[in-house]
Nanobody, 125 residues
Framework: QVQLVESGGGLVQAGESLTLTCAAS????????ITWFRQVSETEREFVAG????????DYADSVKDRYIVSRDNDKNTVWLQMNSLKPEDTAVYYC??????????????????WGKGTLVTVSS
C-alpha cells in the first residue's frame, strides 16, 4: 500500500511555471507507475502525464506535451510535475495516482490503485 500527498499548487499568471510534488509513503514505491490527472469537471478527471516505475518511460497528454515534464526519484519516494508556459485552461485540481498494474504508463483513472487528495492550480490571464 502507498499513501500519496500532492503539494506545490497555487496561483500563477499565464506564462509562468509551477512544479507539483507527489510525495509517497509506504512500501515498494519503486514498483508503482505514477500518473498525474486533473479535474476538468465535476465528473471527469483527465490524464495529464505519467511515468513508469523506473522513470524510463514518460507519457503526456497532447494538451501539455512540450510544456510539462514528469520525473521521479525512487530514493526519495517522490514524483514531480514541472509545468511551464501555463495557460488559464490548465487551471484545475491536480491529482497524483499510483498503480502496480502496468510496467508502462497508466493513462486511465480506472487503472489506478491509490490517489492523493489533490492540489489546486489556478492560472490567471
Amino acid at each position: 500500500q502507498v499513501q500519496l500527498v500532492e503539494s506545490g499548487g497555487g496561483l500563477v499568471q499565464a506564462g509562468e511555471s509551477l512544479t507539483l510534488t507527489c510525495a509517497a509513503s509506504g512500501r515498494h514505491f519503486n514498483s508503482y507507475a505514477i500518473t498525474w490527472f486533473r479535474q476538468v469537471s465535476e465528473t471527469e478527471r483527465e490524464f495529464v502525464a505519467g511515468i513508469n516505475w523506473s522513470g524510463g518511460t514518460e507519457d503526456y497528454a497532447d494538451s501539455v506535451k512540450d510544456r510539462y515534464i514528469v520525473s521521479r526519484d525512487n530514493d526519495k519516494n517522490t514524483v514531480w510535475l514541472q509545468m511551464n508556459s501555463l495557460k488559464p485552461e490548465d487551471t484545475a485540481v491536480y491529482y497524483c495516482a499510483a498503480t502496480q498494474k502496468t510496467y508502462g504508463v497508466a493513462r486511465h483513472e480506472g487503472a489506478m490503485d491509490y490517489w492523493g487528495k489533490g492540489t489546486l492550480v489556478t492560472v490567471s490571464s
